[in-house]
């Protein structure tokens, strides 16, 4: 099975490295100066357990170069969804699968729109990681997790095989046959911490030793918790507590990609988060103050930075 990882970040490029140590046949794209580091040296993936190290040959900077793939592991930041969606065409053969793994609940939507013909299958990847250094991905471990599935809910021998390759690689996941819920847990678990981070510029083990802060947290998960209800998505009970014993498996140094963004002056995928909360609580007459505050205190930097990163600086 041929595999292309579109955006060989913390998430596509831990993952992407695991299935290639497998022996599966995996090309990355990326861009700038990781993409620079990588053409160089490859690509190297510093795990608690382990080191994997993928060669330069099998780093591109375009998806044209890249070839075709039966499956595409779409792990670009949201913000760059329907403009990368376009880019990879010449990727796409009849047969091919689109699995995007990033965060946010539409983007597997803004997929579809921009290639209606392409199969989509959405996914939720649970892995604290990311760019260290350029050509460098460092996971810390906790929790890491995929969990994948069609959109349309039909079972399918594809994604059986996507299983089975992701298992052979030592990967822990999931095949669901009701993503759309899937993403939504992830979505109501990761506005909060991510949200919370990066506006107290705190580590998780920080918030959670004070109590007020813990509660931030637990409040912020409630709001998107009744947005999804609202939405018609059903969740076992107890849905926050599970949660929080999640968080306790992490370090305590633990960041969020959102903070990352934030502290090295990157676009943070904002809309896609906080923004959709802030967006659907008004859609559907439910209050979110805790992300309407996380929205408007972090949105001046976020226009910032793509305004910087338009520039070129």
């Not at 040296?41 to 591109?60: C, D, M, T």
Request: glycine residues 8%.
């Amino acid at each position: 099975m041929k595999f292309l990882v579109l955006g060989a970040g913390g998430v596509g490029g831990y993952f992407g490295a695991k299935l290639a140590s497998a022996g599966e046949d995996v090309r990355f794209v990326a861009r700038g100066k990781h993409l620079e580091a990588l053409m160089a040296h490859g690509l190297k993936v510093q795990s608690p357990n382990e080191k994997l190290v993928v060669p330069p040959q099998k780093i591109f900077g375009s998806v044209a170069d890249a070839g075709k793939a039966d499956v595409v592991l779409f792990c670009v930041k949201s913000y760059d969804t329907e403009s990368s969606a376009e880019q990879i065409l010449p990727a796409l053969h009849a047969d091919s699968i689109i699995l995007s793994l990033q965060n946010g609940i539409d983007n597997e939507e803004k997929i579809q729109r921009s290639i209606p013909n392409a199969v989509v299958f959405g996914g939720v990847a649970f892995i604290y990681s990311t760019i260290s250094a350029p050509g460098e991905i460092t996971h810390y471990g906790g929790p890491t997790k995929i969990v994948f599935g069609p959109m349309d809910k039909k079972p399918s021998q594809k994604a059986m095989d996507i299983l089975e390759a992701m298992h052979k690689a030592g990967i822990t996941a999931d095949l669901s046959m009701d993503i759309d819920r899937e993403l939504w847990k992830k979505f109501i678990f990761i506005t909060a911490v991510s949200g919370t981070t990066a506006l107290t510029r705190l580590t998780l083990g920080e918030l959670l030793a004070n109590a007020e802060s813990r509660a931030l947290i637990r409040n912020a998960m409630e709001e998107t918790l009744s947005l999804s209800v609202a939405k018609g998505i059903s969740h076992e009970p107890n849905l926050i507590n599970t949660f929080f014993e999640t968080l306790g498996k992490f370090k305590n140094e633990t960041r969020s990609s959102l903070y990352f963004d934030l502290s090295n002056g990157k676009p943070m995928e904002l809309e896609a988060l906080a923004g959709t909360v802030v967006r659907l609580g008004k859609e559907l007459g439910i209050s979110t103050p805790i992300h309407q505050t996380i929205y408007a205190a972090l949105l001046p930097y976020h226009l910032k930075h793509l305004q910087n990163r338009a520039s070129g600086r």
